[in-house]
């Protein structure tokens, strides 16, 4: 089973600045099979990124993946006011699929 | 619009059996993957499983094999998660999601609301 470990656990930034959160794979995430999601309180999760890189429909172009083989990166430019909420790294090229412990964002 | 729509809150007790649901619209039901996540309180998300409805391939994480059952309806655009004999450590939010390509290979959108399962004495 792939172990997914998210850096750091609480990130505290102020809206405008630039967040960098991390995904790290315990073996090597079949041809970038690596999603992002974001989960604000009392909500469902939302795909943000898929394919390491991509975006969702709809998701704001601040927001970009990147990485390959065991190291991961979810980048948010500019932070929105809407942005804090807890952000979770999965991977899906192989079984058992596997989440990340996730990264809380909070405004500092 | 692709939609989940789950089943509401239960609140239970231990020892009880249990079977919540998960129906899709607005996309061909039979054609695509969903899957099955838990959340504990103040917790992350565990991915449980996921199933094809076109003809009821299931597949499940170890953690959970033995413990739950997947199944889906197609004549009704419903999946199901079910327990046969809940235990306290079974409360929790669960989610239903759908896989986003038509591929056992994809990431999870869109998700059902959830349904908290509450297993209490």
């Known amino acids: 089973e792939i172990v997914l470990t998210q850096s750091p656990g609480t990130l505290s930034l102020s809206p405008g600045e630039r967040a960098t959160l991390s995904c790290r794979a315990s073996?090597?995430?079949?041809?970038?099979?690596l999603a992002w999601y974001q989960q604000k309180p009392g909500q469902a999760p939302r795909l943000l990124i898929y394919?390491?890189?991509s975006r969702a429909t709809g998701i704001p172009d601040r927001f970009s993946g990147s990485g390959s083989g065991t190291d991961f990166t979810l980048t948010i430019s500019r932070l929105e006011p809407e942005d804090f909420a807890v952000y979770y790294c999965?991977?899906?090229?192989?079984?058992?699929?596997?989440f990340g412990q996730g990264t809380r964002l909070e405004i500092k | 619009e692709v939609q989940l729509v789950q089943s509401g809150a239960e609140v239970k007790k231990p020892g009880e059996s249990l079977k919540i649901s998960c129906k899709g619209s607005?996309?061909?039901?039979?054609?695509?993957?969903i899957g099955w996540v838990r959340q504990m309180p103040g917790k992350g998300l565990e991915w449980m499983g996921i199933?094809?409805?076109?003809?009821?391939?299931?597949r499940y994480s170890p953690s959970f094999q033995g413990q739950v059952t997947i199944s889906a309806d197609k004549s009704i655009s419903t999946a199901y998660l079910q327990w046969s004999s809940l235990k306290a450590s079974d409360t929790a939010m669960y989610y239903c999601?759908?896989?986003?390509?038509?591929?056992?290979?994809?990431?999870?959108?869109?998700w059902g609301q959830g349904t908290l399962v509450t297993v209490s004495s």
């Open positions: 073996q090597s995430v079949s041809s970038s099979y």
């Open positions: 999965q991977q899906y090229g192989s079984s058992p699929r596997s």
């Open positions: 394919g390491a890189s």
């Open positions: 607005g996309y061909s039901f039979t054609s695509y993957w």
């Open positions: 999601a759908r896989h986003a390509e038509p591929s056992s290979i994809a990431a999870l959108a869109p």
């Open positions: 199933i094809y409805p076109g003809d009821s391939d299931t």
